[in-house]
């Protein structure tokens, strides 16, 4: 009697050798939903606790800064009324630097900085005759978490103090300008400030309803230590300039001759929000990359028996899993890219350590090779938002014709005589 199997019982042994590897790879993946769900659920509540301490932070290190352009006025000094007038500021130049220096609280790092700051503003007289001006600055942020340090308000290089009183909001500087001539404000301090800083720009109005135009105005700002791309805050008006300096400090110039805008002019700094924003979302579509690593890593390990690839799937897929809370955690003390990097290389050291030690190096370079485009590159698409969709399409056309090489070299093998269908073979 002829026992050899036909095409049912090679389909059958099939079933057996994939069925149940399958079954537990579609456990894992739901336990890997379940534990990523949890542990979503508790970044999502840090990051938010993380948030709602932000106003601790502003109230120890300081709140935005927005620093107001300065109005002033005028009227003859022999004039029969006291009334003032509006006047124009002839000529704005602003300076600001800033420092930043990162507060890290767990996974959420807020963005301070100390700045200095230096507004120098030309008061023309309009007329030949004396005239009585009054110039009037308005102070940055919100006077409960603001601090500033050497502060000082000058008319052509010297203090007025018999002229110039300071408000906790404003300083102003009454004062006469000969006929025909000018006077020089400069403003400086030095303040520390949290995520922004911006320069108010908006129209001053007088009581008869006219706009008042800012003329000459040039404000040049100096970013030092930001991690990652600047931003600018709704609704500001573009940088004129912007480069990159021999140091690495950001350097963006404002420069018009005349304007009437209500536009301001101002930066806001990187943070870790967008990370988080980008860690939950990995986190959130892990299970559907796992499912690829997972079946992946069947397929490398197809010349095992069902029993050995179930074990061995099961033991790397607790491995990848670590990789998130890994990362996460590291995230917290290194720079994101470092931490990223640290926790595939650590985790993949694992699996192919495993399969070098078990499964031989063929298969070992298969689950490094399934580490790279399973979990690497997702990784990597996620913490650049940016590039995301270019990076998993670039690494799906790889894949594929890696897939495709399979595919044909499978296709070339011989079916073995009587058996209706061809064995899968490890690849």
Not at 3 to 31: K, Q, Y
Not at 154 to 173: L, N, V
Not at 268 to 297: E, G, I, M, R
Not at 298 to 310: D, F, I, T
Request: aromatic content about 10%; hydrophobic content about 50%; charged content about 15%.
């Amino acid at each position: 009697m002829n026992t050899r199997p036909g095409a049912h019982g090679v389909t059958f042994d099939l079933a057996l050798r994939w069925l149940f590897p399958s079954l537990v790879a579609i456990t894992c993946a739901l336990c890997l939903l379940v534990g990523l769900r949890i542990f979503g659920h508790r970044m999502a509540f840090r990051s938010e606790e993380a948030s709602r301490r932000s106003a601790d932070v502003a109230q120890i290190w300081g709140g935005p800064l927005l620093q107001p352009h300065p109005t002033a006025q005028w009227r003859r000094a022999d004039a029969a009324t006291p009334e003032l007038s509006p006047a124009e500021l002839t000529k704005s130049q602003v300076q600001v630097m800033l420092d930043v220096e990162y507060r890290r609280r767990g996974i959420a790092e807020y963005p301070g900085y100390r700045a200095e700051v230096t507004g120098t503003y030309r008061l023309q007289n309009p007329v030949e005759a004396p005239i009585h001006a009054a110039f009037v600055i308005g102070l940055p942020s919100d006077r409960s978490s603001l601090m500033l340090t050497d502060l000082e308000l000058t008319i052509d290089g010297k203090e007025d103090r018999a002229h110039t009183e300071y408000a906790p909001d404003r300083i102003t500087w009454a004062g006469r300008i000969p006929g025909g001539g000018a006077a020089t404000v400069a403003l400086r301090y030095r303040a520390r400030g949290l995520e922004q800083f911006g320069y108010a720009l908006s129209p001053k109005v007088s009581s008869l309803g006219e706009a008042r135009p800012i003329s000459d105005f040039q404000l040049e700002l100096l970013v030092r230590g930001a991690k990652g791309e600047l931003d600018f805050p709704m609704g500001a008006m573009t940088p004129t300039l912007a480069e990159t300096t021999a140091d690495g400090a950001r350097r963006m110039v404002w420069s018009v001759d005349r304007m009437l805008s209500a536009f301001d002019v101002g930066v806001v700094l990187p943070d870790k929000a967008n990370l988080s924003a980008a860690l939950a979302k990995l986190v959130h579509n892990a299970p559907w990359f796992y499912l690829l690593y997972a079946f992946s890593v069947l397929w490398v390990m197809a010349g095992l028996s069902g029993l050995a690839r179930s074990l061995h799937l099961v033991g790397l897929s607790a491995t990848y899993f670590l990789y998130f809370p890994l990362a996460t955690y590291l995230v917290a003390y290194l720079p994101w890219p470092l931490a990223a990097t640290l926790g595939v290389v650590a985790i993949s050291a694992l699996c192919v350590g495993h399969g070098l030690r078990f499964l031989g190096r063929r298969r070992a370079a298969g689950v490094a090779a399934c580490q790279v485009f399973f979990l690497a590159v997702p990784a990597a698409a996620y913490l650049v938002p940016a590039h995301t969709g270019l990076i998993l399409v670039l690494a799906a056309f790889v894949a594929m014709a890696l897939a495709l090489r399979q595919v044909g070299g499978l296709a070339e093998r011989p079916t073995p005589s009587g058996v209706g269908s061809a064995e899968v073979v490890a690849p």
